[in-house]
Structure formats: structure tokens, C-alpha cells
């Protein structure tokens, strides 16, 4: 039929079963092998088995149906592994499936909406809730295309509503609250300071295809402070001049931050129905 070879170097045992990937190619495999480590494998009564998985993810995803030949997935490419990742999952190759769902785990904010597309569509609660804050600055568009169902992007913009309500009300607490510093509603450079903050928050809010480095909820503080121009004000009495604005900026930045952990908005994931892997 066709001379397709196990790609598990050295391994011995005989080929009884073909894949055919979704480029063309054909692996060897083994009928024992993937009945006791899948649960979900396609009848094995036919060869070869289309598949529709590529070939690279294909000869991965095999060496997991070998005891003693789990690759390191840590160095696999991030569309290799969320390849392998789905592939694992709907057939159900446990080890697979737990080696990459704690991966991913490790990866969200480094690829927090693929992250979150793959919690949702594969069930780990834990997950979606550790990658929906590094979500809420992308614009609906984009997540509609990793969260595909409406129900899962009914509770992302739930979430992002939610969290943005919480961030609002809490740049809106006046700096003293937090800070304990004298009033500085008089001071001009903190007003212009506070609006850029409000206004760079609003952009962000917005959404669209941001830069990896504007998912950081900090950044939206990284607004200069410019000079005030009142002579008499308090900033300048104060003897540290915009020195101590900055301080001021630290201090504030830290404490809304924290708020934010404390009073963290939740992912809802009631419509996910199976127990979270990731730990
Ligand atoms: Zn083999
Ligand atoms: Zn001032």
C-alpha cells in the first residue's frame, strides 16, 4: 500500500496504520498505540486516515503515542504548539493535552488572545481567566475571530465591560485618596497629566491591532507630566518641583494597580462544562 515509516526515530515496532496529513504526506503509526494513548482517534479500520492536520503537527503529535519520546514543546513555535494543542485535544492524547495546556498557561501574556481562544473552545476555565486581562485592550473583531461562538464573546465583552467600568471608577478617585499628598486639583500639570491618562486609557479601550506592549494595563500611566505653569502652586512649593510629581505618578500608578488585582473582574465560564487540566 505504501511505505510510510513510523517518524519516531528507532523505534521498532511495525506499522499498521497510515495517516494521511492535510499536505499530502503519509505516517506510520501504530493501531495498539493510539487506542491506549487517545481516546478520540478516527477508526483505525481504514488506511490511510485522512487527517486534517499538516504534517509537522502530525509526526509531534505522535511522539506522545511513544512512552519516552515526549518532545520539549517549549521549543516548538507558537503555531506549532497551538497546532499540537488543538490536535491533542480532539483526540483526546492526554499526555499531549496536559503537557500543552500547562504550557500555554506559562505563554499568555505573551499570546494572551490565542491563549484565550484555545481556554474557551477547549475548556480550561483556569486559563481563560489567567489570559482575559491581557485581552481587554483588543477590539471585538479580533477577538470574534479566535472566540468564534457568540456565547464565548458575549462573556468576553461582558468581561471587558466589566473591567473597564472598574478601571474608570478607579482613575476617577481623586490622587489625594490614594497618594495622601496636599490637593493638587490647582495644579495644572497634574490636571494636564490626569487628562492624557484618560484620554490614552479611552485609545486603548478602543482597541484595534495594538502592539504586544499597550496589553500592559501600567502603560496607560506612561504619560509625561509637563511643566506647571502656575508660579505658586503647590507642586513647586513643595521644594521637589515635577520631581515629586513623578512620585506622585509612581505612587498613584501603584495603588489603581492594586486595586484592580484586588477586585479582579471574572471571565465567566459557566458555559464551559468540563474540569480545568491546567493545574
Ligand atoms: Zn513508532
Ligand atoms: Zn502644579
Known amino acids: 500500500m505504501s511505505t510510510a515509516t513510523c517518524p519516531i526515530v528507532g523505534c521498532r515496532l511495525s506499522v499498521d496504520i497510515v495517516l ?9 503509526s501504530h493501531k495498539a498505540n493510539l487506542d491506549s ?15 486534517s492536520e499538516i504534517e509537522s503537527t502530525l509526526k509531534i503529535l505522535m511522539r506522545f503515542i511513544h512512552p519516552g519520546s515526549h518532545p520539549d514543546v517549549s521549543r516548538l513555535t507558537s503555531r506549532e504548539l497551538f497546532s499540537l ?56 473583531t479580533t477577538m470574534k475571530k479566535v472566540l468564534k461562538e457568540a456565547r464565548s464573546l458575549c462573556a468576553w465583552l461582558e468581561y471587558k465591560l466589566d473591567f473597564v467600568g472598574k ?8 490622587v489625594e485618596a490614594y497618594t495622601g499628598v496636599a490637593d493638587l486639583s490647582q495644579c495644572l500639570a497634574w ?7 484618560l484620554a490614552k486609557f479611552s485609545a486603548m479601550v478602543q482597541g484595534g491591532p495594538s502592539p ?24 513647586k512649593m513643595a521644594g521637589g518641583g515635577r520631581l515629586q510629581l513623578e512620585d506622585v505618578k509612581r505612587t498613584w500608578k501603584g495603588r489603581v494597580l492594586d486595586e484592580m488585582k484586588k477586585n479582579q473582574s471574572i471571565f465567566t465560564t459557566s458555559f464551559l462544562n468540563t474540569s480545568d487540566g491546567t493545574g
Open 20 to 28: 494521511k496529513s492535510s499536505d499530502g504526506a503519509l505516517v506510520g
Open 191 to 197: 490636571e494636564k497629566y490626569h487628562s492624557g491618562v
Open 85 to 140: 494543542a488543538y490536535a491533542a485535544e480532539k483526540y483526546k492524547i492526554r499526555d499531549a493535552m496536559t503537557v500543552c495546556s500547562r504550557h500555554i498557561m506559562g505563554l499568555v501574556e505573551k499570546y494572551p488572545v490565542r491563549s484565550l481562544g484555545y481556554a474557551v473552545k477547549c475548556n480550561y476555565p483556569k486559563l481563560a481567566n489567567v489570559a482575559a486581562p491581557w485581552t481587554v485592550f483588543r477590539d471585538p
Open 212 to 235: 504586544v506592549h499597550t496589553e500592559k494595563h501600567g502603560d496607560i500611566f506612561d504619560v509625561e507630566i509637563p511643566v506647571c505653569s502656575r508660579w505658586n502652586c503647590i507642586c
Open 167 to 174: 478601571y474608570c471608577q478607579q482613575l476617577s478617585i481623586p
Open 37 to 51: 494513548f487517545g481516546d478520540a482517534f478516527p477508526s483505525t479500520h481504514q488506511s490511510p486516515i485522512d487527517m
